[in-house]
Structure formats: structure tokens, C-alpha cells
């Protein structure tokens, strides 16, 4: 466990990810087995307790810390394991901690009712580094800025493969993944499993930079899609039976059965997942209200049903298409879709235009009228490879809209931002009075953010937990993609990915929109 | 009543004195030379010796109309008020103020800390009715490590680093000789590199009877000599062009508030040590219960817990909101 806590104590202080990717090969080399692919789980947050929870972590400290004492303690550090970690009042004078592997097994075994003496004990063993390791463990979200990316890579350096080669096996293993140390240490063979049952890693866009990209690139290359309003996902239709992922990997079937039970035949299709009524798609809202369940209740099943709009096929039945251009791809995704007509799935259509200027005008029609994040561009000759190739892909967004709003509460941030007031709520006028129209947090630099923070504390009215209510003179510029109506909202009005990009210090909070204003941008649909 | 003695501005009413005054008075006592409690332009001046020679490196000779310097125990009476100095174990001359008045006795800390520190005389426990104490890190999550574990990861990380230098950011008054005192007592004898803001500060300590050791100016040093060695700068020279000419350097920051990773990480410091001047959560009770002081106020700092915690113990307990009273440096210099 030491090693460990020193490990994840590096992870989360060292800048640089050079130093980052020598500490994870090292821990990989000197660890034995099964403690480094625990570890490994622990990392890329494939292990979860069923009963060692952040909850029950919080009610084992309140046993022995005042609870208000412990919210001023929350409120001021902001993140809830390191609360925990350095609050815990009683410190042994030796430290002597299980290993990872027993620590796992104690979290196992341990039963309910006296998981919270078991917690107890070991805060109290463990010396302060590592009871923050241990905190994070045993509750799961580590925040110390460690992409899966680099996990693999660390892994494929420790073992002289390539990183795509360890992205391809990384679906098909799980803790404590002997079997994947087993080959980077060549003592065995490469994991095996079936390539065409499981998550391939997706090809991603690069945004497109107007001022440069337009002039270069030749738009006879490329295929016009509309850039979908949903998450994307990937569908494995395969010999062991049908499973929905996000971009990142996670299994999300179980919370959209209304697809996994009804589509058919033999493919691995990238797609949008959206909800709506014949294949008309809903605001993101609406899906959000089914991505928010792990299992989705009748009712909602019929009210927002989901379906996927499929853009690209990786595999045809078992045969991988990757290497195949995408123009190839296409018409192969077009004939498997005319072979199997589905409920459930339907094609994200071409959408035609000569020249970028007639395809500026498309896009912005389609904001306007039917309210579109934009359009991706996908190079006819592109091949299908994992991660964001320079040239191959493009979102090309709409213009965002932009809306001075005023400031009406702020609430400390989490994580990197714990210290200050950045999550802020900011409201329109109507009738005289604010209403709020969202929340978002600060985009910019230490010294604004600082500066805020100093204006929030100096015009704070009233505090309720850790949200400050301010006085009602600050003027935001927000952007946002798009405005939606909302029924759960106050204001009627939902804005899609808002975010602070001016602090108007000069301009009266009485000039600030009028929520008539944020409503007309609302497009008719 | 105690209260009657000194007012919540800190102001003693009898003699007309203030403590700490954020603006110029016509009679202050300083309890020690952080910014944030000696101000320059005060008619007349009363601080420990230590306290005025800073005053005087820091602001100018001048700073103040006049000094009358107090030694630590000796009780000097002004009408019916007696002030008497105890060290407060923060910095180099460091003082605690007792004001006793008609049988009553007020104790107002300034900043301190119990932990040993031998570049500053040593926290006296001093028995009152009011207690004045501050509460930089008046949170229950604040738990300060003994300072020697510090100095011993401090000194790993330099040894499993060779072809780095140590960067660390430390307060240029007392942080920075407290950090310098800590290595040389764990055995560090090679020369100790300074920012040229600390350097005149160092001397100072050093004039005063504060033995620190070999001291380099990093300005002067070529970027090879750096490498494996430790240098110190004020929190802000970290990631500024300035560090840039030594040997990829490990950023590490001396400060109370290290313990908090969240914090170390928003700074960019690869290498937290949590070496504070003040007292931490359970150094601030003990203070507390110790001094049987049945009336609390609290100020510079996080006031709400403890003064939740004083009500908790049926003590009278009060905030003190007293402007311009941040910590000097805000959080680097704790
Ligand atoms: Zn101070
Ligand atoms: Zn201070």
C-alpha cells in the first residue's frame, strides 16, 4: 500500500507526464501480482465496491468529528476523500497497512455492519499519505488528472508494444489482468478475444480552424454529415450478442434495453445515440434524463424512446473494415442497413454542397432552423483509426450564441478549483426581476478568477451551504450552442453547453438580456 | 469586563493604543513584522527589538515617527494599562501582548505557533481572561506534521534528483530562515541558494544571532552548479522567467496550506511541504483550553469554526472582522 500511495501521491503532483508515464512503467515493474493489476484497476477505475462507499466513509469520520465542524472543512477543501483524509482525529504512532490485494479482499468480505470499524481502523494505521490513498481507493474517484491514455501507454512501454496494440486487448481483460502482464512480460501469448464482440476505440474529429483549414482544404474530399445533438456510441452486434458503449468504452446497454433488444444482424456500427419519436430527434434534455438511469422505468421507456443514428461501420458481420476508406465503408454501411432494416437504428444522411461557402450557409440554416450543433466533415479517403488524426475528420460547429446575463450565485468548485467561487448561476430579466437561465463554470485565467472571487466574497447577501447569493450587479457574457425549451427550468429555457467567455465589470446589470431575448433564440422547430 | 479594556479594532482604550492599526495611528504596537500587522507612518512605535530592526530593513528607517523598543517579560506601565511582550514563536522577534488593566488580563497573540522553531524565541503560554487568538488555520482538516518529516522528504527528493535543482517557495521573512534552520539541524551543510528578495532578510536573521549557514546567491551561480541543490524564492519567483535559469527544477512550496493536494496541484508544486508559522487546528484548542481564557475572539483567518468550537465549550466567543488583517502574501506566507 505504501508504494501505492506514493504512486498515486506523484500521479496527482507531477506536471509533467513524462514523469508520470516513468513512475506508472516503474510501479508496473517492481510490483508483483496480483497488486499491480489491482492496481491498474484502481487506475483506470474498473474496481468498485459494493459496499465501501463515500457515504459510509463520511459516516465513520461523523462518528468521531463534529458534522459542522466536518461541512466547513468540506466547503473550504472541496473535495470530499481528501476531507476525510485529513480530518481523521486519531493517528497511530506505527503504520503498519495490508497490502492492496488484502486491502481489496477486506472491502469484499467485510460485512456491512462493520465495514465502518474495519475504515476506522485502517485511517487510524495508515500514515497521512497514505490514509489520502486509501480514501481514494476506498471511494473510488481518484481526480488526480490520469487519463486512460496514458495508463496504456505506460503499460504498452513496459512491455515494448505499441499502444494500439494494448488499446485493442484493453476490452477483453479485466482485474487483476494477469493475463495482460502475462504477455507485456512475453511469458504468453496476446489476450485473446473475439475482435468483432467487442469496443474498438473511436475515431474522433478535430474542430475546424476557419481562418486556415477552409483555405487548404479542397471540399471536393469530403462527405457533409449534420453534427448530432446525442452522445456517441458504439454498437457491437457479435457472435456473444449485442452491447452499446460510450465513446469511452462503458457498457451502456443496460440502460437502453429499448435497443439492445431490438436490433439485429451482425455489425460494429459507430453512431449517435439519441431519444424521439420516429426517428426525429428530441433535445439533448430528454436524453439526458435517460443517461442519468441506470435502468430506464416504463413510462420513460415510452416517453423517450432511444435509437441510433449510424454513421460509420467498423465491422461488416466479422469482417473488419477499418483499413477500408470511408467512402468504401459507407456503401457497405448503406447495403448491411438495406439487408437489416431495423426499428431502432437509422442512417445519418449526406448532406451534399459544392463549396464551403454553400456548406457556411447549410450549417447555419440548420442552427437556425433546426437548432444543429453544426457539421462534421469526414475525408472520403480516411480510413478508420482510433484517437484524432491530424486532417481525417472535423466538427465544424455553429457560431455560438451569446448572452449577457447577470450573476445571481456562486458556489465553490470542485477538484482543481476547490478554493474559489466558480460554478456560478446566472439569471435574465423579467419583469424587473432575475430569473435564472443557467450555470456554468469560469473558462479562463487564475488572476480573473481570482478577481471574481474577491468580488463575490465583498458582495455576498445571504450563504446557504457553499452557494454565496450576490448582490445583483455583475454582468456575464455567456456563449452557448443552443437554446432548448425546458419545462423543468423556471425560465422555460435550457442553454446547451454554456460557458463564461467575458466578465462584463463594465456594463449595468440593467442592460443584461431580458428573457424575452434568450427565448426568441430558441429555434422553432 | 475584560472587554472594557480593548475594543473589537483592537484598540486599547485607556492608553488610545492600537494593535496592529491597518492605517497610520498616533501610537501602535506591533507584535511582529509580517505586512499585514506592521504598517509604515505610525506616529510612535512599540515592538519587540527583533521587530523594529525589520521594520526598519523592510520600510526604511523612518517608517515611523518613533520606536520604543520592549524586551520579551519586562512590563512597561502607561497610566493604569501594564504591556507586557511574550514571544509568540511565529517569526524572529515575534510577540504576544498582554495588556493587564484593574486586576483583568487581555491576550492578544498576533500570529503563532507552537512547534519548535529556532530561528524565532519560543511560544510562551500566558494566562488570561480575553484571549485574542488568530485562526489562519482554524479547520479541523489542518493537522501539521512534525516539520522534521518535511525536511526529510525535502531532502530525499534532493537526493533521488541530482541533475535538479529544489526549488522551493517560502515566505522571504521567516518561512524561508525557518526552512533554511530546518535543513541545516538535519545535517544539510552545502550552500543554500536565495532569490536577491530574500537575501537582505537572511543577513538580518543572521546579524541577529541566527546561525544559518553557507548562503549563495542563485543569480550568481551557473545553471551546472545548481543542479542538486536547493534554492529558495518567494512563492511568486516559482513560476515565473525567473526560475527558468536553473537545472529543470522540482517546484516545492513551504506552507501550512501544502497539506490540502487540491491546493499544491492548483499551484503547480510538484513537491508539498507542509512547514507553517501558525498553529494548526489542534495547537489553536490546546492554546485555547490552556490559557483559561473564559472569552474568545478570533480573527485573521477561518473564523467560524472556531468560534463554533469555543461556543461548543460553553466559552463567550466572538469573530473579529477587523479590515486589512490577511495574511501577508495571502496563502504563501503561512
Ligand atoms: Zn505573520
Ligand atoms: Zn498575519
Known amino acids: 500500500m505504501k508504494r501505492f500511495a506514493q504512486l498515486l501521491e506523484l500521479l496527482a503532483l507531477t506536471p509533467s507526464r513524462n514523469r508520470k508515464l516513468e513512475a506508472l512503467v516503474d510501479y508496473f515493474r517492481a510490483t508483483p501480482d496480483p497488486d499491480r493489476g489491482l492496481a491498474l484497476a484502481v487506475l483506470t477505475g474498473a474496481l468498485t465496491f459494493k459496499n465501501v462507499k463515500p457515504a459510509l466513509l463520511k459516516e465513520t469520520v461523523l462518528r468521531e468529528v463534529d458534522p459542522h465542524l466536518f461541512a466547513l472543512s468540506y466547503d473550504y477543501v472541496g473535495d470530499l476523500g481528501e476531507t476525510i483524509a485529513l480530518i481523521w482525529p486519531h493517528h497511530a504512532k506505527s503504520h503498519e497497512l495490508p497490502s492492496l490485494a488484502e486491502l481489496i479482499e477486506l472491502f469484499n468480505t467485510t460485512s456491512k455492519k462493520d465495514l465502518p470499524d474495519l475504515i476506522a481502523s485502517l485511517l487510524t494505521s495508515a500514515e497521512i499519505n497514505e490514509r489520502w490513498a486509501l480514501v481514494k481507493l476506498a471511494t473510488g474517484g481518484l481526480r488526480i488528472g490520469l487519463s486512460a491514455r496514458l495508463t496504456k501507454t505506460a503499460l504498452a512501454q513496459m512491455g515494448g508494444k505499441d499502444v494500439q496494440a494494448v488499446e485493442e486487448v484493453w476490452h477483453g481483460i479485466s482485474s487483476p489482468y494477469q493475463e495482460l502482464f502475462d504477455w507485456l512480460e512475453d511469458k504468453a501469448e496476446a489476450p485473446q478475444v473475439d475482435p468483432a464482440s467487442r469496443f474498438h476505440p473511436l475515431m474522433l474529429s478535430n474542430p475546424v480552424d476557419e481562418a486556415k483549414d477552409l483555405e487548404t482544404l479542397d471540399p471536393a474530399d469530403f462527405a457533409a454529415e449534420w453534427k448530432w445533438d446525442g452522445i456517441r456510441v458504439q454498437l457491437v452486434m457479435g457472435a456473444d450478442g449485442v452491447s452499446l458503449f460510450s465513446r469511452t468504452g462503458d457498457d451502456i446497454g443496460g440502460a437502453f434495453p429499448d435497443i439492445v433488444e431490438s436490433v439485429f444482424g451482425r455489425a460494429v456500427l459507430d453512431g449517435e445515440l439519441l431519444v424521439g419519436e420516429g426517428f426525429d430527434p428530441a433535445p439533448f434534455n430528454d436524453l439526458q434524463q435517460r443517461l442519468n438511469r441506470k435502468t430506464p422505468t416504463g413510462p420513460m421507456l415510452v416517453k423517450h424512446p432511444a435509437f441510433i443514428r449510424a454513421y460509420d461501420m467498423l465491422f461488416d458481420g466479422d469482417e473488419d473494415i477499418r483499413a477500408l476508406p470511408w467512402t468504401e465503408r459507407r456503401k457497405m454501411l448503406e447495403a448491411w442497413f438495406a439487408r437489416n432494416p431495423q426499428q431502432r437504428i437509422d442512417l445519418s444522411q449526406i448532406v451534399p454542397f459544392a463549396d464551403w461557402q454553400e456548406l457556411a450557409g447549410i450549417r447555419k440554416r440548420g442552427a437556425d432552423e433546426n437548432g444543429h450543433e453544426g457539421v462534421m466533415l469526414k475525408r472520403r479517403q480516411s480510413v478508420y483509426v482510433p484517437g484524432r488524426p491530424k486532417g481525417e475528420w472535423y466538427k465544424w460547429k455553429r457560431d455560438p450564441n451569446i448572452v449577457d446575463a447577470v450573476l445571481m450565485y456562486a458556489q465553490r468548485g470542485h477538484g482543481k478549483r476547490s478554493s474559489y467561487y466558480s460554478d456560478y448561476t446566472f439569471g435574465a430579466w423579467l419583469d424587473g426581476e432575475l430569473v435564472p437561465i443557467g450555470k456554468a463554470y469560469f473558462g479562463f485565467t487564475d488572476e480573473e478568477l481570482r478577481q471574481l472571487d474577491k468580488w463575490i466574497r465583498g458582495n455576498t447577501t445571504g450563504s446557504f451551504g457553499p452557494v454565496r447569493e450576490v448582490r445583483k450587479q455583475l454582468v456575464f457574457e455567456v456563449a452557448f450552442d443552443s437554446a432548448q425549451k425546458s419545462g423543468r427550468h423556471k425560465s422555460g429555457v435550457a442553454l446547451r453547453f454554456p460557458r463564461i467567455s467575458r466578465i462584463r465589470w463594465d456594463k449595468p446589470a440593467d442592460e443584461a438580456a431580458q428573457l424575452d431575448e434568450v427565448l426568441a433564440l430558441i429555434p422553432a422547430t | ?334
Not at chain 2, 17 to 43: F, K, L, N, Q, V
Not at chain 2, 105 to 113: A, F, N
Not at chain 2, 314 to 331: S, T
Request: net charge negative; with cysteine.
Open chain 2, 1 to 334: 469586563m475584560p472587554q472594557q479594556i480593548l475594543d473589537s479594532q483592537l484598540h486599547i482604550r485607556s492608553i488610545d493604543s492600537y494593535i496592529d492599526p491597518a492605517t497610520p495611528r498616533e501610537r501602535a504596537i506591533i507584535t511582529h513584522g509580517h505586512a499585514d500587522h506592521a504598517r509604515s507612518g505610525h506616529g510612535s512605535v512599540l515592538a519587540t527589538p527583533d521587530t523594529i530592526a525589520i521594520m526598519k530593513a523592510r520600510y526604511g528607517e523612518d517608517c515611523a515617527g518613533k520606536f520604543q523598543p520592549l524586551d520579551f517579560g519586562e512590563a512597561l506601565a502607561i497610566d493604569d494599562v501594564t504591556i507586557t511582550f511574550y514571544p509568540a514563536g511565529h517569526i524572529l522577534g515575534s510577540a504576544q501582548v498582554l495588556i493587564e488593566q484593574a486586576g483583568q488580563r487581555v491576550v492578544v497573540t498576533g500570529d503563532y505557533k507552537r512547534l519548535p522553531d529556532r530561528t524565532s524565541q519560543e511560544f510562551e503560554l500566558v494566562k488570561c481572561d480575553l484571549l485574542v487568538t488568530e485562526a489562519t488555520f482554524g479547520l479541523p482538516v489542518f493537522q501539521h506534521p512534525p516539520a522534521e518529516r518535511e525536511t526529510a522528504r525535502l531532502l530525499a527528493s534532493v537526493a533521488g534528483n541530482p541533475e535538479r535543482a529544489h526549488l522551493i517557495g517560502a515566505y522571504s521573512l521567516g518561512k524561508a530562515q525557518r526552512v533554511i534552520g530546518l535543513l541545516r539541524d538535519a545535517g544539510h551543510d552545502a550552500p543554500i541558494y536565495l532569490h536577491g528578495a530574500m537575501i537582505r532578510l537572511c543577513e538580518l536573521y543572521q546579524e541577529r544571532g541566527i546561525a544559518l549557514g553557507d548562503l549563495g546567491h542563485a543569480t550568481e551561480a551557473s545553471k551546472a552548479d545548481l543542479a542538486g541543490q536547493v534554492v529558495i524564492a518567494p512563492p511568486s519567483a516559482l513560476k515565473d522567467r525567473w526560475s527558468r535559469r536553473l537545472p529543470d527544477p522540482v517546484l516545492a512550496m513551504a506552507s501550512g496550506w501544502m497539506s490540502v493536494k487540491q491546493r499544491a496541484r492548483q499551484r503547480g508544486v510538484e513537491l508539498p511541504l507542509v512547514i507553517s508559522d501558525h498553529c494548526d487546528w489542534n495547537e489553536l484548542l490546546q492554546t485555547i483550553a490552556e490559557t483559561e481564557a473564559e472569552t474568545v475572539w478570533v480573527t485573521h483567518g477561518r473564523e467560524d469554526a472556531l468560534v463554533y468550537y469555543c461556543r461548543q465549550q460553553g466559552l463567550a466567543a466572538e469573530p473579529l472582522n477587523i479590515q486589512g488583517f490577511e495574511d501577508e502574501g495571502g496563502e504563501d506566507a503561512a
